[in-house]
């Protein structure tokens, strides 16, 4: 969140300069955020490292229709990200779409987060253009009115984006740091924009409980900590408070959705700073109904791990099992893996919880989470697997 609040302190600073001088704006809110947003701009051309899509950015840039006006939606990658979101575009490609075109991520890293290959990811979205191109689909920003059927997609490219800047380890990569502050940029934006709709609300709410833990994500010397191992004196409590008041407001604003479901479950981790023990019960109650919600495998794979907690280690390899064979796209993936090293381990079975530990370790980006789960590797051979 630093970049956002950097780029909001020099548009109130540079409103100090300016309002006396020239008069306050007619819309002084919008005038804040459309400075606030140049400065964002330059982190978005940083990471557009390809030419090709920095280039394809400076186009749409230029010929996208906007009949709302910069002072109904005061930054420009917003309305971009909703002219990819038409509705003649297949549901399935918009998210991916806007990631490249607007957010100059690289089709490498949205194979990832979408849990497929590179290749295929790159054939989807040349495909998504050519049919922009062949269909002749108006590349316009909707009306206000509009924006409901464009919203889910909006919201699901901000979520991805915010992930993938928050999987890069804090300092090893400074782009991934500013993806994930302009994602939550965004996503306060959008719910400025939108108060009432819950899953914009949600959306928000789920990106800062995770801000709020960034800095208890590595210890003094640079180790990863996971969740429940995490100090939570290093937790932004004022950040937490803020995410479960835009939780509440979700839950009186509308159904429960996705991104209400998943903030959720990160509040039901936080009951930790007050001392006690999150509820592993109300954790697989949520997981539940986002898998039944969504029916992801990652959703899927989420329920198994939290059943775990609730049922013991044999059940939830049982549903690991049964999720490999239905879902391929998760044989690489790394937290499946970790996942199944840890549950062998809790049931004695060093050998299988070892290669599951070598599998997960290759597939790991993050040096610290490498080292992480080496050290819990290594931990087996000397005898100390966890209890089930």
Same mark, same amino acid.
């Given at each position: ?155 699901? @490219?901000?979520?991805? !984006?915010?992930?993938? #800047?928050? *999987?890069? &380890?804090?300092? +090893?990569?400074?782009?991934?740091? %500013?993806? =994930? ?122 329920? @198994?791990?939290?059943? !775990?907690?609730?049922? #013991?280690? *044999?059940? &939830?390899?049982? +549903?690991?099992?049964?999720?490999? %064979?239905? =879902? ?61």
């Amino acid at each position: 969140m630093a970049a956002a609040e950097d780029a909001l302190a020099d548009a109130f600073a540079a409103a100090l300069r300016q309002w006396p001088l020239e008069g306050v704006p007619r819309q002084p809110e919008a005038w804040l955020l459309t400075v606030a947003r140049r400065r964002q701009v330059d982190g978005v051309r940083a990471w557009a490292r390809d030419a090709a899509i920095a280039a394809e950015l400076a186009v749409l840039a230029d010929t996208v229709t906007d009949p709302a006006g910069d002072e109904t939606l005061p930054d420009h990658r917003l309305r971009l990200m909703l002219a990819c979101a038409h509705p003649a575009i297949d549901p399935r490609d918009r998210a991916p779409l806007m990631l490249q075109t607007v957010l100059g991520i690289d089709a490498a890293r949205i194979a990832s987060a979408f849990l497929m290959a590179p290749s295929a990811m790159g054939q989807r979205l040349v495909r998504a253009k050519a049919r922009i191109r062949q269909v002749g689909i108006p590349f316009e920003v909707p009306e206000p009115s509009e924006w409901a059927d464009r919203l889910h997609g909006v919201l699901s @490219a901000i979520y991805a !984006a915010f992930a993938q #800047g928050w *999987a890069d &380890a804090p300092g +090893a990569d400074p782009s991934a740091g %500013a993806l =994930a502050d302009e994602a939550l940029w965004l996503g306060r934006l959008v719910a400025h924009l939108r108060p009432d709709e819950p899953e914009a609300l949600g959306l928000l709410a789920l990106m800062t409980y995770a801000d709020a833990r960034r800095a208890a994500r590595r210890d003094s010397e640079g180790a990863f900590v996971p969740l429940a191992q995490q100090d939570t004196a290093r937790w932004d409590h004022a950040r937490i408070d803020e995410a479960e008041a835009l939780l509440r407001r979700a839950s009186h604003a509308g159904q429960p959705g996705r991104f209400q479901l998943e903030a959720a479950i990160q509040s039901a981790h936080c009951w930790r700073r007050t001392g006690r023990r999150a509820d592993p019960g109300e954790i697989l109650l949520l997981y539940e109904g986002l898998d039944a919600l969504v029916g992801t495998p990652v959703s899927a794979l989420n329920r @198994a791990v939290a059943l !775990a907690e609730v049922h #013991g280690a *044999a059940p &939830a390899l049982e +549903a690991i099992d049964a999720l490999q %064979a239905q =879902a391929p796209a998760l044989q690489d993936y790394q937290p499946l893996w970790a996942a199944r090293a840890h549950l062998h381990a809790r049931l004695g079975e060093v050998p299988q919880a070892q290669a599951a530990y070598r599998r997960a370790i290759g597939l790991e980006r993050d040096p610290a989470v490498r080292r992480f789960l080496q050290r819990r590797a290594d931990s087996l051979g000397a005898g100390k697997a966890s209890p089930a």
